[in-house]
């Protein structure tokens, strides 16, 4: 009956320990020892220091514990009903899907949102989590798709949630701070409703426990009467409603549900039922020393983290430590396509190659004027606003094209039909270069910026090759990816919550915006882009056999891990570049390979050829709808594609 | 006469003054409206009557988009002979200098007083315009009409002033030292009750406790103030402690622009004088 109890009792005081170290600093420094009790339990209503501790420090506290129990039984009962060890609130993308639909409803509905909060973060964390499922209901829930689907999706939302920022930043500056999970407290109001709440979950988790365990064991619990699917249904259901209710409460708190089961399973505890509470206790422990270490922080620097963005930090070395102990199966259906049809696959290229240039008329030749209406420019009005249309016109065309070809070999690759550009994680630290350039650099002019995100790019895209050389299996090299993507989201939305003006400069970026680009940086990425799409034609051959595993590789003498190596640098740069001209938001870079797909074209060659031309195509498009669809304000072709392309996505993989 | 004119215009003499000028901040454009000189264009013109309110826009003027991407498009056609910016907008200098001459105001974020940085531009913007005289006239005005809300903001001399823009029921915004609105309280003769050091843009981003710091002080609270805000402030034990509940002690403005310019001032220093009157 040991089970890893004592080592997870020793965890959970530890940090119980370090949390209460804390508080107790910040304690002695507001409160003689000795009017402790008294201010915790009955405080001197004349004393303001007391009122503090009871009404503030106090129930911070408790919510911090709560909060953290509450995510992390969410998370272990979510990894059990999934049986995927890195489900959690976070990696299905619930948390951000209840920001985002409270992010929504505040704009469009803010009275919704004073009358039924919850019912929207539920709403919008539930449709999140249905749309995971969606997305990889045909990789039949392999572990590691439904944990990219739910990071895609987290990736999505928030990009998403980013863009509404954009045409109200006044009124969406709330929905920053409270999404990044500020557990400031002024009284005890809070508490109560969510104890309630979570007991209840708490309680449906206990009485499901039984059942839950018999799943653990590979044969069908049907012969007991239970139907696995519904009692997966309602595990799921339980866990989400929890989640959302505690992401109504507080904001997004990232990651807690990963760690702490995580924790506990590190620690040795094994059996389901001892999981679900070790879980709890340790998610409760880890959420109140971070949360106390930072009101410490905040008193001795009067800087003020979140909480719930720097529990997101802790996220990503948790994933990375995880992601290797995944057995991989491989998904039975790889991203094949139906048999290529030879002369209408001539006949479809042709059409695509003649529809780039028309775009290209329409897009550098139709605007918007200044009262409103539509004008076709021509003569010397068309040459005055040229320098403004085509350089973002050649960069979105460049980067579509580039971002299409690299969500193909990644797709290839990992036989992921949901594998894109941004999972690479190479967008993530073009951002990060971007962010650090603003802050730090004495006068941040374009070319500053653009060479720091060329070097954030540059260098995660290094980091994540040498990494992904040791990796077994390119999945794990994306969970990688999409971990470094999710810490620096966190950074981001640190230094959002901090309201420097500055930050929203990142926001139109992140959002996919082609505003900045310059005639020489346009070129440049072209350039790239003529010469990386070149070398992707000769590793035609290995995107020919990748799909066919390495055992055939081996047959006819390609070295797998060689190969897979040469196509991810390929799709790293390919990548890199396209993000210095875009942004991070990949969309073109995940649906045009299944576009090219469904035009007929399988055979390699023809569909990369066909995926590049069609990343061009809708990448200028949504530049050029972008550009007048809403005049005076340009909105960002990544907003505008993502917006189209998600739909378009959920069906394309449902048809297949 | 065109061969005569040139010289004229290179040593910068007998040149009309700019007729079209374009804004690309609020708190130039509210400087430009009042010297009698107002932009055909605006940045975020949207947002005017809901964040700044004052002074009303000139009818016609046309939304040049968000500031972050102003349409470079519709700037262009609309042919303006002078935009101004701030340093915000440092990295697309180059590309409206591409439209029309570009004059860079520094205002905010400087980590000191926006005062004299204010009364500066607005000398310089008098200078550019051709309207010297309307800016000190303007300058004039601005000193006597805070002076005269000085008698009528008596009543809340008796304790220091706490300015905040609630962001959400249990975080916000508190203007300190370096915030245009400590300017306004500095010439209504009221203090600002807030101990930190603010950021250079002159505000702490804080949760609400932290109020509690400056326990001795009036609240001023800007709209919009969230609902859930302000039943925090009347139940929360710490408030009624504090005081903040007791009556008087909270007052809620209209709203007023953080990063505007001096009809700021004048505007909060006239909301401050109703408040009073009605206290």
Not at chain 1, 173 to 180: K, L
Not at chain 1, 569 to 593: D, E, K
Not at chain 2, 8 to 27: F, I, M, N
Not at chain 2, 107 to 118: D, N, R, Y
């Amino acid at each position: 009956m040991h089970d890893g109890f004592r080592p997870a009792l020793a965890a959970a005081l530890a940090l119980l320990a370090l949390g209460c170290l804390a508080l107790g600093l910040g304690l002695a420094a507001r409160l003689p020892a000795a009017d402790w009790p008294q201010a915790l339990f009955a405080p001197d209503a004349s004393s303001l220091p007391q009122l503090l501790v009871h009404y503030s420090l106090a129930p911070r506290a408790t919510l911090a514990l709560l909060v953290g129990a509450g995510l992390g039984l969410a998370g272990a009962a979510l990894q059990q009903a999934l049986r995927n060890p890195l489900a959690s609130p976070s990696t299905l993308g619930v948390s951000a899907g209840a920001q985002l639909a409270l992010s929504v409803a505040t704009l469009f509905a803010p009275a919704l949102v004073g009358a039924a909060r919850e019912l929207v973060a539920l709403t919008g964390g539930a449709a999140a989590a249905a749309l995971v499922f969606l997305l990889s209901w045909r990789a039949r829930f392999t572990p590691l798709t439904v944990i990219l689907s739910g990071m895609v999706i987290t990736m999505f939302a928030g990009a998403a949630a980013a863009g509404l920022t954009l045409f109200n930043e006044h009124a969406l500056m709330g929905v920053y701070v409270w999404g990044s999970g500020a557990l400031n407290q002024q009284d005890w109001s809070l508490v109560g409703p969510l104890a309630w709440r979570a007991g209840l979950a708490a309680l449906a988790i206990a009485l499901l426990a039984r059942p839950l365990q018999l799943l653990e064991l590979d044969e069908p619990a049907k012969s007991l009467g239970l139907s696995v699917t519904r009692l997966r249904l309602i595990c799921l259901g339980v866990a989400v409603a929890l989640s959302a209710s505690l992401v109504s409460a507080v904001g997004v708190i990232g990651f807690i549900g990963l760690a702490a089961p995580a924790l506990a399973r590190g620690l040795g505890v094994r059996r389901l039922k001892h999981r679900l509470v070790w879980s709890a206790v340790l998610g409760a422990g880890v959420l109140f020393a971070t949360d106390a270490w930072l009101q410490t922080l905040e008193s001795w620097t009067a800087i003020n983290i979140p909480t719930g963005a720097a529990t997101a930090l802790i996220g990503a070395p948790v994933l990375l430590l995880l992601a290797p102990r995944l057995k991989r199966t491989p998904s039975p259906e790889a991203a094949s396509a139906p048999a290529p049809r030879g002369e209408r696959a001539g006949l479809v290229l042709a059409a695509l190659a003649v529809s780039l240039p028309l775009l290209a008329l329409v897009a550098l030749g139709l605007g918007r004027t200044p009262d409103g209406g539509f004008s076709f420019a021509s003569g010397p009005e068309l040459g005055a606003l040229l320098p403004w249309r085509w350089p973002r016109a050649l960069a979105a065309v460049a980067a579509g094209a580039m971002l299409a070809t690299s969500g193909l070999l990644l797709q290839r690759l990992t036989r992921n039909p949901i594998a894109s550009p941004e999972v690479l994680g190479v967008s993530s630290g073009a951002a990060l270069g971007l962010v650090l350039a603003l802050m730090f650099a004495a006068s941040p002019t374009y070319a500053v910026q653009i060479g720091a995100a060329a070097l954030g790019a540059g260098l995660t895209a290094g980091v994540l090759l040498a990494f992904g050389a040791k990796a077994r299996a390119p999945e794990q090299l994306l969970i990688g990816g999409v971990a470094l993507g999710a810490m620096v989201a966190a950074v981001l939305a640190m230094l959002m919550a901090t309201g420097d003006p500055r930050m929203l400069l990142i926001a139109n970026w992140m959002a996919g915006s082609t505003y900045d680009v310059e005639p020489g940086t346009a070129l440049a990425v072209t350039a790239m882009g003529a010469a990386l799409l070149a070398l992707s034609g000769l590793v035609l051959r290995w995107l020919t056999l990748a799909p066919l595993g390495s055992a055939t590789m081996r047959a006819v003498g390609v070295r797998p891990a060689g190969a897979s190596f040469g196509i991810l640098a390929l799709a790293s740069a390919l990548a890199a570049g396209a993000t210095i001209a875009v942004g991070p938001l990949s969309f073109a870079g995940l649906i045009a390979p299944h576009l090219a797909a469904r035009l007929g074209l399988g055979r390699p060659a023809a569909q990369l050829v066909a995926t590049a031309l069609i990343g061009a195509l809708v990448m200028l498009g949504a530049d050029w709808l972008g550009r007048v669809i809403y005049p005076p304000f340009q909105v960002p072709a990544g907003l505008i594609g993502m917006l189209a392309a998600g739909p378009l996505l959920m069906w394309l993989l449902q048809r297949r | 006469m065109a061969v005569l004119a040139a010289p004229a215009v290179a040593r910068g003499q007998a040149v009309a003054p700019p007729q079209r000028v374009a804004s690309l901040d609020y708190a130039i454009a509210q400087t430009l409206i009042e010297i009698g000189r107002p932009p055909i264009a605006l940045a975020g013109a949207d947002g005017w009557d809901k964040w700044c309110v004052e002074p009303a826009l000139p009818a016609g003027l046309v939304n040049l988009g968000t500031a972050r991407e102003i349409n470079l498009e519709i700037l262009q056609q609309l042919k303006p002979d002078l935009i101004l910016s701030t340093p915000y907008l440092e990295r697309i200098k180059p590309k409206l200098e591409r439209i029309a001459r570009v004059e860079t105001l520094p205002v905010h974020a400087t980590g000191s007083s926006p005062w004299p940085h204010l009364v500066e531009a607005t000398r310089r913007l008098g200078d550019l315009l051709g309207a010297r005289d309307e800016a000190e006239a303007f300058l004039a005005r601005t000193d006597a009409t805070l002076a005269g809300y000085r008698d009528r903001v008596a009543p809340f001399r008796d304790r220091p002033v706490l300015p905040v823009f609630f962001q959400t029921a249990r975080t916000a915004w508190v203007f300190g030292r370096n915030s245009l609105y400590n300017d306004g309280l500095v010439r209504l003769g009221l203090v600002n009750g807030w101990p930190r050091q603010p950021n250079a843009w002159g505000f702490s981003q804080v949760g609400l406790e932290a109020l509690a710091e400056a326990r001795e002080a009036r609240l001023i609270a800007f709209e919009p103030v969230p609902a859930d805000a302000l039943a925090l402030l009347r139940d929360s034990p710490i408030w009624q402690a504090v005081g903040f509940a007791e009556p008087g002690r909270t007052i809620r403005l209209a709203p007023t622009l953080a990063f505007g310019s001096l009809p700021v001032l004048t505007r909060f220093g006239r909301l401050l004088a109703e408040a009073a009157d009605r206290a």
